[in-house]
């Protein structure tokens, strides 16, 4: 399974440093449009994880997770159409926005259905271990998936890129075909919002994580370049160093000594990691906060997501982790733009300052999911 999200997400992380670049060049769009091209994906992810839930619980994280990855493809070929040369480029803008919109709808069903696909397979008490796994998955993808798209778009172009976003997706249905499906939980149905209502805490934790990882993702070599240190590239390998080791390491200690407990020293050390950042008087010193913050980060997605799953009844297990998904999503999405905000006006070290304390109030919001019941099993 985490191959097959590896694969999926391939089709979202290749794409991911050429759109701009595309628009930009080829389209001849201002840069602004270029952002809006890559930002829009996030937009309608978010718009859908109630909807990719949804259909999880009532027909299956297998038949939502294989839609996804249909929807994935579909997406590329019509972000393929835009290259054709009848389209003037304000229509190729268009017909590229229109499948970078579909591909969230892609990310959001095929990371939803997997999710509840794979718990449904491995069993409630192993939730975090699968949590774990498959963001390695998706963060390998992010990982192997930028150098692939940069090196296939200066050799074959755009289009040679949304050749391959559409061939990975469809190898990932190739080698689903033999896994079982799990049957959708019977129960009775509760409203989105009342399901948010009791995983607001855990989605608020997941999500004021997410400020300081998209904060250290968009600005660490931007930080590094105005103190003028070497290294700039670094800092995010420093991250994805210490993110990754944890995931693989530690991905079954949500299921051992609790999911919240995980996340709580998680959020402690991500924190450290930027103010460490933020103080410090060379680049040595803030590798090691970029390092500490890919330690942090790694175990609170899984760390509660692990007991939201452990919360919630089986039946409405893929709304909600739709919805508290959706949490991180909100975060990745909106930090950029007001961190950049505040970086014009007081520079790149106030960024690390803000994700410090989002992190520490992550821990609040924790440490106050920690005290919810757990759930009820019908």
Not at 38 to 58: C, P
């Amino acid at each position: 399974m985490t191959v097959v999200l590896f694969l999926s997400y391939l089709a979202v992380a290749s794409a991911l440093p050429i759109v701009s670049a595309y628009a930009v060049h080829s389209l001849h769009l201002s840069n602004a449009l270029g952002g809006l091209a890559v930002g829009i994906a996030f937009f309608s992810t978010i718009l859908t994880r109630n909807i990719a839930g949804r259909l999880a619980d009532q027909h299956g994280g297998r038949y939502t997770m294989q839609r996804g990855l249909w929807i994935y493809s579909a997406a590329s070929c019509i972000c393929l159409l835009s290259v054709a040369p009848v389209f003037p480029h304000t229509l190729g803008f268009i017909v590229l926005l229109a499948g970078r919109l579909l591909l969230g709808v892609g990310e959001s069903f095929a990371l939803v259905g997997m999710l509840g696909w794979s718990i449904g397979l491995m069993g409630t008490p192993r939730s975090g271990k699968v949590m774990a796994w498959m963001g390695a998955g998706m963060y390998g993808a992010f990982a192997v998936g930028g150098p692939l798209g940069l090196g296939l778009y200066h050799v074959c172009g755009f289009g040679g890129v949304m050749v391959a976003a559409i061939l990975f997706p469809l190898l990932g249905l190739l080698l689903v075909q033999g896994v079982p499906g799990v049957a959708p939980q019977s129960g009775t149905r509760e409203p989105f919002w009342r399901i948010i209502g009791r995983i607001w805490r855990a989605g608020a934790a997941v999500g004021l994580q997410g400020v300081g990882f998209a904060a250290l993702g968009a600005f660490i070599s931007l930080y590094f370049q105005q103190k003028g240190w070497s290294y700039a590239g670094m800092g995010l390998t420093a991250f994805g160093v210490g993110f990754v080791a944890v995931r693989m390491l530690c991905g079954n200690l949500p299921d051992r000594i609790g999911g919240t407990r995980v996340a709580m020293v998680s959020l402690v050390v991500e924190a450290c990691g930027q103010f460490l950042i933020w103080s410090a008087p060379g680049p040595a010193v803030a590798l090691v906060g970029a390092l500490l913050t890919g330690l942090g980060c790694s175990m609170v997605f899984p760390g509660m997501g692990s007991d939201v799953v452990k919360q919630i009844p089986p039946q409405l297990r893929g709304t909600a982790v739709g919805g508290f998904a959706a949490f991180q999503d909100i975060a990745y999405g909106a930090t950029g733009p007001v961190a950049g905000v505040l970086a014009d006006h007081a520079g790149y070290a106030v960024v690390f300052l803000i994700g410090g304390i989002c992190a520490l109030l992550g821990l609040v919001a924790a440490a106050s999911a920690h005290r919810q019941p757990t759930a009820q099993s019908s």
